[in-house]
């Protein structure tokens, strides 16, 4: 069973930063896309930015220029480095992971790690 853990989440004042962590395990086969949504109390979830196999990544508008998206496909391992973090960053950060099995792609999800920035 593929399993994701994130790490690195937690209070923070704003303009701090956090770096989040997420490691894939149990995978016999490679990961394709890797990425982070997050969902705030009282709204959807949304995507932050993703990065695909090959380094190609997106972000939302949001957090453009303050957060950066990597990964070690060595390690099965992506990282979210969030800077002059704001109130509004606030929110639980999920990891994703998808990963082809047979003809079908799987999105596997991490249990969220919570992110709070005071004023």
């Known amino acids: 069973q593929v399993q994701l853990v994130e790490s690195g989440g937690g209070l923070v004042q704003a303009g701090g930063s956090l770096n989040l962590s997420c490691v894939v395990s149990?995978?016999?086969?490679?990961?394709?896309?890797m990425g982070w949504y997050r969902q705030a109390p009282g709204k959807q979830r949304e995507l932050v930015a993703d990065i695909t196999e090959g380094g190609s990544t997106n972000y939302a508008d949001s957090v453009k220029g303050r957060f950066t998206i990597s990964r070690d496909n060595a390690k099965n391992t992506v990282f979210l480095q969030m800077n002059s973090l704001k109130p509004e960053d606030t929110a639980v950060y999920y990891c994703?992971?998808?990963?082809?099995?047979?003809?079908?792609?799987?999105?596997?999800w991490g249990q969220g790690t919570q992110v709070t920035v005071s004023s």
């Open positions: 149990n995978s016999i086969f490679s990961i394709n896309d």
């Open positions: 994703y992971a998808k990963q082809w099995r047979l003809a079908s792609l799987i999105t596997y």
